[in-house]
């Protein structure tokens, strides 16, 4: 398999991050080999940017994955791999932060990540089962005080950056009140379908990067559509410029400043969802895609009880929604 070079790009905090990652979140779940040859895979093509979280279970196959890169001098240091993970809702509180990234640590069997977020501004308890939760599984999220953990793993080395997901303007606006280490990156869906420009916009003015989830619309997923890849209008643009319909939502989304994360376990895919850097969509295509009908994919609706933090979905997304 032949690689492709990916450029990167700078973040507030200094660091350079590359501008498309590779997602490792996976439902059902290959067996740990099958991921861990997966992700090799990935990094021979070209990808140097990971990106994996606590609630993936994926941490530990990613790190065995850059361990084997070495071994097999596909990689000269671990410098060349950028590695995100996220801090799970069940440990967003002050004095758990600094335990769970630890823990991503010794899974991951890496001395840091070079960046992490927080992946959802939501807080359960320990004992709740994520994907049916109720309302007494609901703890309180605070804002200022998990973020001030955060920056306490930066000053350690422990993370070259931290960053936030899921977050809204607001949330955002919020979080910069009292940050001494601003956000890095703002990792929220984004796709042709879900444009998310005043969040974009606003990002820009704050120098926060966005980091794109769900790039293709979660094709498939049980929450996802297929509004992007069955979009008539990227078909038409892909078929004028020989290029795949994802190659079109992957370049569109890298011309908006954002870095996409995708996610292909198919080699073919792989490689070409990442040779989207020498070429452009035209003014006319990038109006055309402009007007795509918009709808939200995931709109979390599993965080919302009437007694809980967020007693709707607006609510939950501050009306970003």
């Not at 070209?46 to 994955?65: I, K, L, N, P, Q």
């Not at 950056?161 to 979080?175: F, P, T």
């Not at 410029?241 to 995708?262: C, F, M, N, T």
Request: charged share 25%; net charge neutral.
């Amino acid at each position: 398999m032949s690689t492709a070079k990916v450029p990167r790009v700078m973040l507030n905090s200094g660091q350079m991050i590359p501008t498309v990652g590779f997602g490792t979140a996976a439902l059902p779940m290959p067996p740990p080999e099958h991921l861990t040859s997966i992700f090799i895979d990935a990094i021979e093509a070209g990808y140097r940017h990971f990106d994996t979280a606590a609630s993936y279970g994926t941490e530990d196959c990613v790190g065995r994955a850059v361990a084997a890169a070495l071994d097999r001098d596909l990689i000269k240091s671990r410098n060349e791999v950028f590695v995100t993970s996220k801090l799970s809702i069940y440990d967003t509180h002050h004095d758990l932060v600094l335990p769970a990234l630890k823990e991503t640590l010794r899974k991951l069997g890496l001395e840091y990540v070079d960046l992490y977020l927080v992946h959802w501004p939501i807080r359960i308890k320990k004992s709740a089962d994520r994907f049916k939760l109720s309302e007494d599984d609901i703890l309180h999220f605070d804002i200022k005080e998990t973020w001030k953990a955060m920056e306490e793993c930066c000053q350690l080395g422990l993370a070259k950056s931290i960053g936030v997901s899921n977050y809204s303007c607001l949330k955002l606006s919020k979080l910069l009140e009292n940050a001494t280490i601003p956000p890095a990156v703002n990792q929220v869906e984004m796709n042709v379908a879900w444009q998310q420009q005043k969040l974009l916009q606003f990002c820009k003015e704050k120098n926060i990067l966005v980091c794109a989830w769900s790039p293709l619309g979660a094709n498939g997923a049980a929450w996802g559509s297929h509004q992007v890849m069955q979009s008539p209008d990227l078909k038409e643009i892909a078929a004028a410029k020989d290029k795949s319909v994802a190659q079109v939502a992957l370049r569109w989304i890298h011309e908006q400043g954002a870095i996409p994360l995708v996610k292909s376990f198919n080699k073919k895919r792989m490689k070409e969802n990442i040779q989207v850097f020498d070429w452009k969509l035209t003014y006319e295509e990038v109006s055309q895609i402009k007007h795509l009908p918009q709808a939200k994919g995931f709109r979390a609706e599993r965080y919302v009880f009437p007694k809980g933090q967020y007693k709707s979905v607006e609510e939950l997304w501050d009306g970003e929604i």
